[in-house]
């Protein structure tokens, strides 16, 4: 072997030799023929690479600041990880991963919503929810609801208030006498009755018409207003299917003064099987 070594040049009459200039060090260094060709070849003391990829313990890089690390095995091999952790970056072009395996089998959101199975309320905004079908239970609901047209259920308790919304009732002035028939179409409202007195211990009635009444139901009825003295009394007594009749009574033995009374009526649906 020669003495004389310079740099990275051993020998011209040794070219099969590979060497590092100064021995290896920490940081991987060239490796070098003996003519002092730079080898694509890093060797460090606990590190190596090729070129412009570091293997540094467990972990391969590349070196250039802006180079992708392509792993691309020939031919029809797979590269195979069994261990993989991903903590940045992007996964792009790669086969749907299936649901089995942690993915939604799909490349687009409604193919994933499909194979997740979850239906058309995934897509609804929070605010405009629409639930045609199956049940909701243990669920506490705040707020209004509207377009609600039937409610089922052993029990239904209300907290504050319980009846109808506006929209829901409706006026009628009876006309003639006290004992005309009067019509209104509406689950609840009010009924102005003519202006008259009632004899001591006497009573009026009249027909109320109402397209909601069915025979079973219960119509409840109480003055609004329009009296003069304590001595009235107002009842339902009789109930048919789409009417009922309306009795307006005076409790004293004197008569009442010409008042004109106003009813208040609500409608409770009730059934006998």
Request: charged share 10%; with cysteine; glycine share 12%.
């Amino acid at each position: 072997m020669p003495t004389s070594l310079t740099g990275s040049l051993i020998s011209a009459t040794y070219p099969q030799l590979l060497h590092v200039d100064g021995g290896p060090s920490a940081e991987p260094k060239i490796v070098y023929s003996a003519t002092g060709v730079a080898t694509s070849l890093k060797v460090g003391i606990s590190s190596g690479g090729f070129d412009n990829i570091l293997m540094d313990g467990n972990t391969i890089s590349t070196t250039v600041t802006d180079g992708n690390l392509v792993l691309s095995p020939n031919g029809t091999g797979n590269i195979q990880l069994s261990s993989v952790v991903i903590d940045g970056g992007t996964v792009s072009n790669i086969t749907d991963l299936a649901v089995a395996d942690g993915g939604t089998g799909a490349s687009d959101a409604a193919g994933a919503r499909t194979n997740l199975e979850l239906g058309t309320l995934s897509t609804q905004d929070a605010d405009n929810v629409s639930i045609t079908g199956g049940s909701i239970t243990d669920v506490v609901f705040t707020g209004s609801f509207s377009g609600i047209t039937s409610i089922t259920s052993n029990e239904f308790l209300a907290v504050e208030r319980f009846g109808f919304t506006t929209g829901n009732g409706g006026t009628v002035t009876q006309a003639t006498s006290r004992t005309t028939g009067v019509t209104l179409n509406a689950p609840c409202g009010q009924i102005t009755l003519v202006a008259d007195d009632i004899p001591g211990l006497n009573s009026q009635e009249f027909t109320l018409t109402n397209s909601y009444i069915a025979a079973t139901d219960v119509v409840m009825v109480s003055f609004a207003s329009g009296l003069t003295s304590a001595q009235y009394d107002v009842t339902v007594t009789a109930t048919a299917a789409g009417s009922c009749k309306i009795s307006v009574h005076n409790v004293n033995n004197t008569a009442t003064n010409v008042d004109s009374p106003v009813i208040n009526f609500v409608i409770i649906k009730s059934v006998t099987s």
